[in-house]
């Protein structure tokens, strides 16, 4: 198993930052986090899930809605991806999820691991 947990969100004011961090374990000897895609999704109430970013070894892929403004990154040695979120804007209000999977990034939501989540609220 793996297990995902996400930490940094908060409230913040439209224009500001927020850094979420994923920090992942595992009970697998032969968990290699290197070679995981990571994740980054959110759901804010009555939508649907939203792919923000997700990252493996063939590359960072964004949203269109996040693009510019938004940053995923992987250190390996500390088994965290992070998720940097810059000039947020009200419709960024969601609850973000860190998701792993053991294969190349799947296209859609198809991740074999989830985190609980973690609040980002965004105030005009």
């Known amino acids: 198993q793996v297990q995902l947990v996400e930490s940094g969100g908060g409230s913040v004011q439209a224009g500001g930052s927020l850094k979420l961090s994923c920090a992942a374990y595992s009970t697998y000897s032969a968990y290699t986090y290197s070679t995981y895609c990571m994740g980054w999704f959110r759901q804010a109430p009555g939508k649907e899930r939203e792919k923000v970013a997700s990252?493996?070894?063939?590359?960072?892929t964004y949203a269109d809605s996040v693009k510019g403004r938004t940053t995923i990154s992987k250190d390996n040695a500390k088994n965290t991806v992070y998720l940097q979120m810059n000039s947020l804007k009200p419709e960024d209000t969601a609850m973000y999820y860190c998701?792993?999977?053991?294969?190349?990034?799947?296209?859609?939501?198809?991740?074999?691991?989830w985190g609980q989540g973690t609040q980002v609220t965004v105030s005009s």
């Open positions: 990252i493996d070894s063939n590359g960072n």
């Open positions: 998701a792993a999977d053991p294969r190349p990034c799947p296209l859609g939501s198809d991740f074999s691991y």
